[in-house]
């Protein structure tokens, strides 16, 4: 288990994010006992889990075990990939579109603090992932680094335009939330963010398949759990096809 933890330490996941794959590791382990890895073990594992926990908890459990498996080159890891976690009624996370994004900014004077909240919005980046941009100077592009040191490039047009990158190589966790929390309402986290430009891209019609790459995902299962949509865009949907 160590040795999978320093390999996402070196590979760029957040403190946060290793944190969390240490602890469902920890449980996963301590409750066998000290026996192998076997299916029906993890299978009731997560069987167990989904008696205490809701099941985007119990996802991100299996997708943990799942990542431990494939680098541990385990054959358990196409028959664990197969086990189903009942999903639940569907949830609406609010999320900022165009209209509210451009309404707070308008008001925001400083502009390093506005391009900031243009950073996430445009680009869909993880809070993590701020420090880890670069300047290609060739492409007119930045390079974002993400989990697994997989790196998605973001062409700087529009409104990503005249932003000063590095200035925010040294922005803390702490300083992020304390913006934030002086500019937007209270439900707006930096991953409202990210899950917002997910959102608005398959709004705008982009290929899922697309967005998954711009999102940094290796899986379109993912970026599928990060379409957000409100009550009113299922009933829109479902008058267009009634009609």
Known sequence: MEKFLKYLDNNNYSKNTIYCYRYVLKDL??????????????????KLQQEKYKPSTVQFKKDVILSYLKFSNSKLY??????????????????????LFKK?????????????????????????????????????????YGKGMKYREIPLVGKLKDIDFSLYQTYSKKKIYSLIKKYWPEWVTPHTFRRSFCTNLIRNGANIKIVSLVMGHSRIETTARYMHFTSNDVFQELEKYLK
């Open 29 to 46: 382990f301590n409750q066998l006992d000290d026996r192998s890895l076997t299916f029906y073990r993890i299978s009731k594992y997560l």
């Open 78 to 99: 196409k028959e664990v990939e197969e086990i189903k976690i009942p999903s639940s009624q569907n949830t609406f996370f609010q999320t900022i579109d165009e209209e």
């Open 104 to 144: 707070i900014i308008s008001k925001i004077r400083i502009k390093e603090n506005k391009d900031l909240f243009k950073i996430f919005y445009y680009c869909g980046i993880r809070m993590s992932e701020l420090k880890t941009i670069k300047y290609n100077k060739s492409k007119n592009s930045i390079i974002v």
